[in-house]
């Protein structure tokens, strides 16, 4: 027998034990069989209420709030991968990107985005195809920084809540996979076609969960850290001269 279980009979004996030596105790104390029988069956019978207040209720509502709790902390997980690798890397890829001229506008207009504008946002990302053109990567480049984030990517993928997020764990795995791929060829320049089609095929696929990820972000960012969002947008990994110096001030107050 298991010892979880051992303890578990234990603890359970111990406690029926307990119940029949005060229901006992309070027979010899009292010598009223009739009002103890009453009692015990009157708390019989809210058992089933009891079960249901804590069950349904209190555990449903100590649940939603562990989940919030678990779900905020995944966000400062992907602000902490943006913030370290997932926004250069989107800067260096979009920039291979045949077609981000066509929703150029719609990725640059962040600075007084509501919610309908980040739903239009979202529509546009859907339809744009989102692929990359590996002639127009420095392949050593990227190898040398994907490879210098490493251990970071690798302890991204050693945290338990990164599962709980389907869609991120699998933007990790892609570039975790194009990190290999990468690493695997120490001599990157003069590669033939066939390799660099697959390269181009890697790196589309990481390339294609990452922009959802990123306006998801975003979107997280606006609606909970305002100051936090002001930054992202100066930075945005669209804009062909990021800058992080704030100008003027917009009608809304966010940096223009």
Known sequence: ????????????????????????????????????????????????????????????????????????????????????????????????????????????SFHHADAESFGGLRACLDTHECSVRIGRLDLGNLRRFLISHEDFLLRLLENPMVFEHESFTSLLFAIEHLTEELKARTNIGGLPDSDLNHLETDIGRAYRILVPEW????????????????LAV???????????????????GTPS
């Open 1 to 108: 027998m298991k010892e979880e279980t051992r303890w578990t009979l234990f603890v359970a004996s111990g406690l029926l034990a307990l119940s029949f030596i005060l229901f006992v105790a309070h027979y010899l104390l009292f010598q009223d069989a009739h009002h103890l029988w009453i009692f015990f069956f009157g708390d019989l019978a809210f058992i089933p209420i009891e079960v249901l207040v804590v069950t349904l209720i209190i555990e449903r509502l100590l649940e939603s709030r562990e989940k919030e709790q678990r779900k905020e902390k995944m966000n400062m997980v992907i602000g902490t991968f943006f913030s370290r690798l997932g926004t250069p890397l989107l800067a260096t890829l979009s920039r291979a990107d045949p077609g981000i001229e066509s929703i150029g506008g719609v990725l640059h």
């Open 215 to 230: 306006a998801g972000y975003m979107n997280y960012l606006r609606t909970h850290y305002p100051y936090l969002y002001s």
């Open 234 to 252: 100066r930075t945005n990994p669209f804009a062909e001269s990021p800058d992080p110096v704030v100008r003027d001030q917009g009608p809304t």
